[in-house]
């Protein structure tokens, strides 16, 4: 690939572990992308980057309940971020679920893709389209249609 992507990186307390896993095993693929990553989930990443001599430039935000959230929202909105991968815990209620809902949502209004699972993230991260110049994805259209 010779873009260099930004790749939000999130995960909920109880997903972290699987996030960091699936981190260093696609470790090779994300050394060579910015990495945006709320507090805590960043600080892991880095030091289990660390620990293994991977170098990558990741860039941590406020952690999730504090805002980070919304931070990388406010990225995507601004076109700053090309793919976010968010290992949501659906088994326990959140107390900043309107962050949550709000940075999905923002990804899904531009056009962002985001996945929710590692299963997702594996194939977003390995399709042909990022090393495609050629292709260009289509802006959303929200409009009434008619008949």
Known sequence: MNKKLTIALVAHDRRKADMVEWALHNAEFLSHHHLICTGTTGRLISNAFSEKGIHAEITC???????????????????EVNLAIFLIDDLNPQPHEADIQMLLRQCRVHNIPIACNRYSADLMLTSALWDDDSYVPMEPKYMHFNR
């Open 61 to 79: 935000m406020h952690s999730g309940p504090l805002g980070g959230d919304a931070e990388i929202a406010a990225m995507v909105v601004r076109k």
